[in-house]
């Protein structure tokens, strides 16, 4: 939502600015008027991706907070197709695969052992307390007290990790 006021807004700026109509090529920066288009944009740098195509409430969340948030867990996980595993196993395609089938990832039998599927509620439970979650889990990791903390970076991890609403 934010971005789309902003580049109307942009827009609206650079519509006015010139004041002198389409042959204005002397303006030096401030705007070009090959296009009209709004890619100029230096001052629209955040990079926002649009998440309501996710079901509530994860298409009210922040993207760029929860891939800020996401580096508290990057250190150990990736989300990439190929990231391949760290400390923490690949979360590619986590959504929808049951916990602890990653390949090549060494869980404790605990997590070997569970048998549920990955949700975001069952993940946004894993997150709050991960040690409550499942005692005997080998993730250190304190969790994520917020909810809404969760919920952004649940969002985060359901649009780079290839969610689909099948899953
Ligand atoms: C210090 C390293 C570390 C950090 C930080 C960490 N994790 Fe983990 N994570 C692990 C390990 C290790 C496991 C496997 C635990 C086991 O085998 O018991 C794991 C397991 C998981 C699993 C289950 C994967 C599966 O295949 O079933 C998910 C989901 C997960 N982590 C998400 C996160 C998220 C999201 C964050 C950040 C909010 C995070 N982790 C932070 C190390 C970490």
């Known amino acids: 939502m934010r971005w789309i006021v902003l580049i109307a807004a942009t827009g609206l700026l650079a519509g006015c600015s010139g004041g002198s109509g389409p042959d204005d090529s002397s303006s030096s920066g401030t705007s070009n008027t090959d296009s009209g288009s709004s890619s100029s944009g230096s001052a629209v740098e955040v990079q926002t991706v649009d998440l309501s195509y996710l079901p509530a409430p994860y298409s009210e969340a922040d993207y ?10 990057g250190s150990c996980h990736t989300v990439a197709a190929e990231g ?43 997150l709050a307390n991960p040690r409550e979650f499942l005692p005997g889990n080998r993730m250190s990791f304190v969790g994520l007290r917020e909810e809404e903390d969760r919920r952004n970076v649940i969002a985060y991890l359901m649009h780079e990790t290839g969610y689909s609403a099948a899953d």
């Open 84 to 126: 391949g595993n760290r400390a923490g196993p690949n979360l590619h395609g986590i959504f929808g695969s049951t916990a602890g089938t990653v390949d090549g990832f060494d869980y404790s039998m605990t997590l070997e052992n569970a048998d549920f599927v990955w949700t975001p509620e069952q993940l946004d439970g894993w």
């Open 64 to 73: 760029d907070t929860g891939r800020r948030l996401f580096r508290r867990c």
